[in-house]
């Protein structure tokens, strides 16, 4: 046998590893997950470069020697959805929301969104930087390695600039993955007579810039009652497909006005939300191979009873992910949490949660090729628990579970 390759970190004594090679998955079962019990990892200048028996991957490899001590081993997360880049609070419109007064209700008020637009325009980037580093710095101590970034909430093109290039100093700054999105969140209350001149706006000067500025990956949109419209939307998307982003949409959250529907003519990577969506939507979105991607915290932060329709989108086979949508109506920045509550608000097992923040939540950001999973190859990025199995997630819930966080090849949590 082979000795004395070296390594930078070997992970030897894991209890359980779980992975899903064959993902993404439309149908998570333990049939098509790779569940090992004592396997070892081997990692080197920030990927993985050899999985397999514990003892082999010990005697193999040279490195700093990392004992799991029979502990369960995962694929870092991955949060498709965060709104992490903005200034201010509005917990007193949660007292608000409690009180009955709806979300739609605050937002055409001028408070919501654009409470959090105007605190957000009058911050400097360094305010926005120090906030953003200390929610990713929980969020990295949760287990999360991968996080979707979005602009929206400047809305004019120097604001939504300062917000992405918050985003792409926080990779510099921390072993994350950024993936920045563009945000079409709301018309400015200004153009509330005139939304056309908005949308002309946005498409002709903020889409072409931001691309130019290389900035973004993807366009987004908040298609929906009080947001845009179902034709505005297309308009937004289409504008950003042909400036090169790959596009994905706020879709059926709070009014079903038609936007999942979008995915038969847009190429869409992921649909998020959908707590409103018609059932018979599921298929449309397997049918084009998208990502339903579910937001189960932000359901619980809107007091909403609607759930998106699981069943259906598991009947119709389609890839299901998960993610935070923390933004300042919803606090919860922790894709550790989200897994936690899934099975709870969503109905999904502990598996399906685990696929959904991994190798599910990858594929909605189109990067599942590189992580997501553990394989030779994938970024190093990956989780020591605290319990011995993944059937205790959701099971026992409300705290950190994590007990270290290998991310980019490096130990960047540690517990101890
Ligand atoms: O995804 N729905 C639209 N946007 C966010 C909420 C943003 C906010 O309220 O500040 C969401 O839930
Ligand atoms: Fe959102």
């Known amino acids: 046998m082979l000795r004395g390759l070296k390594a930078d970190i070997v992970i030897y004594n894991i209890g359980q590893l779980v992975t899903f090679m064959e993902g993404p998955l439309a149908r998570v079962s333990e049939d098509?997950?790779?569940?090992?019990?004592?396997?070892?990892?081997?990692?080197?200048?920030?990927?993985?470069?050899?999985?397999?028996?514990s003892s082999?991957?010990?005697?193999?490899?040279?490195?700093s020697k990392i004992n799991a001590d029979k502990r369960l081993v995962t694929p870092g997360l991955i949060d498709p959805h965060?709104?992490?880049?903005?200034?201010?609070?509005?917990?007193?419109?949660?007292?608000?929301?409690?009180?009955?007064?709806?979300?739609?209700?605050i937002l055409a008020r001028g408070g919501g969104i654009y409470r959090t637009v105007t605190a957000t325009r009058e911050a400097n980037v360094n305010d926005l930087l120090k906030r953003v580093l200390s929610v990713a710095r929980?969020?990295?101590s949760h287990g999360t390695t991968t996080i979707e970034v979005k602009s929206g909430y400047a809305l004019d093109l120097e604001g939504e600039a300062k917000m992405l290039y918050v985003a792409r100093k926080?990779?510099?700054?921390?072993?994350?993955?950024?993936?920045?999105t563009l945000l079409a969140h709301v018309p400015p209350l200004v153009y509330k007579e005139n939304i056309q001149e908005y949308?002309?706006?946005?498409?002709?000067a903020i889409i072409p810039e931001i691309a130019n500025r290389n900035l973004a990956l993807y366009i987004d949109v908040f298609c929906d009652?009080?947001?845009?419209?179902?034709?505005?939307?297309?308009?937004?998307?289409?504008?950003?497909?042909?400036?090169?982003?790959?596009?994905?949409?706020?879709?059926?959250?709070?009014?079903?006005?038609?936007?999942?529907?979008?995915?038969?003519k847009l190429n869409l990577d992921s649909l998020d939300h959908l707590e409103k969506m018609p059932e018979e939507n599921s298929r449309l979105i397997a049918e084009r191979g998208a990502v339903a991607t579910l937001l189960p915290t932000s359901i619980m932060s809107m007091l909403e009873q609607?759930?998106?329709?699981?069943?259906?989108?598991?009947?119709?086979?389609?890839?299901?992910?998960?993610?935070?949508?923390?933004?300042?109506?919803?606090?919860?920045?922790?894709?550790?949490?989200?897994?936690?509550?899934?099975?709870?608000?969503?109905?999904?097992?502990?598996?399906?949660?685990?696929?959904?923040a991994t190798i599910n939540a990858a594929k909605s950001l189109n990067i599942s090729h590189e992580v997501g999973a553990i394989k030779e190859n994938y970024t190093a990025d990956i989780i020591i628990w605290e319990i011995e199995n993944y059937k205790w997630l959701g099971y026992t819930w409300g705290y950190n579970k994590v007990l270290k966080v290998i991310a980019k090849g490096r130990i960047a949590y540690s517990r101890e």
């Open 32 to 53: 098509n997950a790779v569940i090992v019990r004592d396997a070892g990892v081997a990692i080197r200048d920030g990927k993985i470069v050899a999985v397999g028996r």
């Open 56 to 63: 082999d991957i010990k005697s193999r490899f040279e490195g």
């Open 82 to 105: 965060t709104h992490l880049v903005f200034y201010g609070s509005r917990e007193d419109e949660f007292e608000d929301k409690l009180r009955g007064v709806s979300y739609s209700e």
């Open 138 to 140: 929980l969020m990295l």
């Open 170 to 180: 926080l990779e510099e700054l921390l072993p994350l993955k950024v993936i920045p």
């Open 199 to 204: 949308v002309n706006y946005f498409t002709n």
């Open 225 to 264: 009652k009080g947001a845009f419209s179902l034709n505005d939307s297309k308009i937004i998307l289409e504008a950003g497909l042909r400036a090169g982003l790959r596009a994905r949409i706020h879709a059926d959250q709070i009014e079903y006005i038609g936007c999942s529907k979008l995915v038969e």
């Open 306 to 356: 609607s759930r998106p329709p699981v069943r259906a989108l598991r009947e119709a086979k389609t890839i299901i992910a998960i993610g935070s949508d923390y933004n300042p109506n919803n606090m919860t920045p922790l894709q550790q949490t989200v897994i936690d509550i899934s099975p709870y608000i969503l109905g999904l097992t502990p598996l399906e949660a685990l696929a959904a």
